[in-house]
């Protein structure tokens, strides 16, 4: 516990990113060495800026301690990257976390053929489906499955597992402690029940757009392979696919009808080389001779879906909405960036900052000036709606 606190302050050192720390701990050895080393020792590791080197000199270690008291009251383990149990296929990604917290039970990932099963929050009945469908059979088939557990896809994919009785590696942009989705909390239990809870932030770290994006590297990391179920073509699963190509792990999507939105980032993905996949063995018959003995094949048949999710019924047609040029308009980047999000469906003011990855005031800013030109209408829960259909 003692030289755990130095880690803590290492990964908490604003300014740093991940390759400085790494960098960091190559020329001292240690997170504590780093700690004692003086700042012109400091100033000649490569990479080191002025404005990183400002926090490696402020020695106090009270937030690290507190952390550590936090993690001990929660339950929370702590993974370091020079640990034994660190994953080797995560360690070897160009940015790996130097520390990870944990809640529940790390399988032994490189030694399974982890599938990451990301898309969108926004999901259709179809991408539901689909995801529910392909997680099971994944998880039946001994493939544990990796997300994000958000809204949609996410959480469709990790039940599906949990209910084929397979581990999920839940990857958070917050901290373990901190629900997001707040209706998710009993599906984190769950997960950490069945598998583990992983997180780069310490507990009480709230989960800010600019998180997920680094998080996206995480799940990746962890897998041999990512699959993307639904998503449009602005999309975070996007992200995670091309993240996935650049540590060179494997890219499959699910194909959908041509004229969906959601289904417009999986078809191109497709298009641009990515593996089809329409049942869990277009995946797994990659990985069964990288994984001797850990593949089953033949798995049950998925279980129908959810027998509490809503059924949708037929809505009387919706009258025309008036039409708006973006460009005639004059509106500014942040308005049409948000009025490209929006749909006729409610989109709450956290959704729309995870979407367009803009600071919260701008989004706030933009989404006023929109309403008083009655281009958007705001919901109960401040949540808003598209009121105008665009032809640009």
């Known amino acids: 516990m003692s030289t755990l606190k130095y880690w803590v302050w290492l990964s908490r050192c604003a300014g740093l990113d991940s390759q ?19 700042e012109g020792a400091l100033s000649l590791t490569e990479g080191m800026t002025r404005k990183a080197l400002e926090p490696l000199t402020q020695k106090d270690l009270t937030g690290a301690e507190k952390i550590l008291a936090d993690c001990e009251r929660l339950g929370v383990q702590l993974l370091t990257l020079h640990d034994a149990e660190y994953p080797v296929r995560l360690r070897c990604i160009y940015d790996p976390p130097c520390l990870l917290y944990l809640r529940g039970r790390l399988p032994a990932v490189d030694e399974l053929p982890v599938i990451a099963v990301v898309g969108t929050r926004k999901a259709s009945p179809y991408g539901l489906r689909c995801a529910e469908e392909l997680a099971f059979g994944l998880a039946d088939s001994g493939a544990p499955v990796a997300t994000g557990l958000a809204r949609g896809i996410d959480s469709a994919a990790a039940q599906a597992a949990l209910r084929a009785g397979g581990p999920v590696l839940g990857v958070l942009g917050g901290g373990i402690d901190v629900v997001y989705p707040k209706e998710n909390g009993w599906l984190y239990d769950d997960v950490a029940a069945a598998g583990c809870l992983i997180s780069e932030y310490p507990p009480g770290t709230e989960p800010l757009p600019g998180h997920f994006p680094l998080r996206n590297r995480i799940i990746s990391g962890l897998s041999a392979a990512v699959l993307v179920v639904e998503a449009p073509l602005r999309s975070g699963a996007l992200i995670t696919a091309g993240t996935a190509l650049d540590q060179g792990r494997d890219v499959f999507a699910v194909p959908g009808p041509i004229y969906a939105e959601n289904s417009k980032g999986c078809n191109r993905l497709i298009r641009d080389g990515a593996g089809l996949a329409a049942e869990p063995w277009d995946i797994l018959r990659e990985y069964d001779f990288q994984f001797p003995g850990r593949l089953r094949g033949g798995s049950r048949p998925a279980p129908e879906p959810l027998e509490d999710r809503p059924t949708r019924t037929p809505e009387p047609p919706k009258p025309a909405l008036p039409t ?69």
């Open 20 to 38: 400085l720390r790494l960098a960091l701990l190559d020329r001292f050895g240690s997170p504590e060495e780093v700690y004692y080393a003086d």
């Open 324 to 392: 708006l040029s973006t460009r005639a308009a004059g509106l500014t980047d942040d308005q049409i960036a948000l009025l490209r999000a929006l749909t006729d469906q409610p989109v709450s003011v956290d959704d729309l900052i995870d979407q367009t990855q803009l600071p919260a005031r701008r989004v706030l800013s933009a989404l006023t000036m929109l309403e008083i030109d009655q281009y958007v209408t705001q919901c109960s829960g401040k949540r808003y709606i598209r009121a105008v259909a665009l032809t640009d």
